[in-house]
């Protein structure tokens, strides 16, 4: 196991509440990323992490945010969930300190979110 | 045109029997590629990385052809418990990011 616990593994919630997703590690890797996966678009990445504090956009970033205040800890916020943010939720984690070049990542268990 | 584009299936192959996935990519600087399983609600996990020599791994034996911007997968034997999702995924020298496919699912029958 990669060390990876998301957290909540299921929510359902109504549109227009807030929502923040966490992901922790456990191996104090620098690269951490959230995607998302959804039928008929495999998986997307919503945005990205390259350190404490220093996060960047993905190619379907708008309508999260991310931060990240410790190196174990990466959370994703919708500040207004939509129907069309319900999507299984997956973060990630790199080995190499270079990022993706070359190197695996591994996800976490997944985060089921229904927005209703 | 997608950046990584997979035939989606589904693949329905009787145990024991040869199955071949291919992958396109259509970013030349694509630098890194792997093999990605996925089973249903789990997460996607390494199957193996593609190297340009070509590689293998028991059954598995994966392939680059960098002048058609292509990998494939052979599964050799296929058991049932290969039945699932594979994904390829690529990695775009430069880009701080990987690009999945779609993925390919698979089914193998007793």
């Known amino acids: 196991d990669a060390g990876i616990t998301q957290s909540p593994r299921h929510k359902v919630t109504e549109t227009g509440t807030p929502v923040t997703l966490r992901c922790h590690q456990t191996?104090?890797?620098?690269?951490m990323y959230w995607y998302r996966q959804d039928p008929g678009h495999g998986l997307r990445l919503i945005h990205y992490?390259?350190?404490?504090?220093?996060?960047d956009k993905g190619e379907v970033s708008d309508g999260y945010s991310v931060s990240r205040s410790k190196t174990e800890d990466f959370l994703l916020t919708l500040e207004s969930a939509t129907s069309s943010q319900t999507s299984v939720y997956f973060c990630?984690?790199?080995?190499?300190?270079?990022?993706?070049?070359?190197?695996?990542?591994?996800f976490g268990e997944g985060s089921w979110l229904t927005v209703v | 045109r997608k950046e990584v584009e997979q035939d989606p299936g589904p693949f329905n192959v009787p145990e024991g029997a040869t199955v071949a996935f291919n992958c396109t990519y259509s970013?030349?600087?694509?630098?890194?590629f792997f093999w990605y399983r996925q089973d249903c609600r789990k997460e996607p996990k390494l199957l193996m990385s593609?190297?340009?020599s070509g590689n293998e791994d028991g059954r598995f034996t994966a392939q680059l052809n960098r002048a058609s911007q292509y990998i494939s997968l052979l599964i050799r034997d296929s058991k049932l418990s290969d039945s699932a999702t594979y994904l390829c995924?690529?990695?775009?020298?430069?880009?701080?990011?990987?690009?999945f496919g779609q993925g390919t699912r698979l089914t193998i029958n007793p």
């Open positions: 990630a984690i790199s080995e190499s300190r270079e990022g993706f070049t070359g190197n695996t990542i591994y």
């Open positions: 191996e104090n890797h620098r690269y």
């Open positions: 970013n030349s600087a694509s630098q890194s």
């Open positions: 593609v190297y340009s």
């Open positions: 992490s390259y350190g404490v504090k220093d996060t």
């Open positions: 995924v690529v990695n775009i020298q430069g880009a701080q990011k990987l690009v």
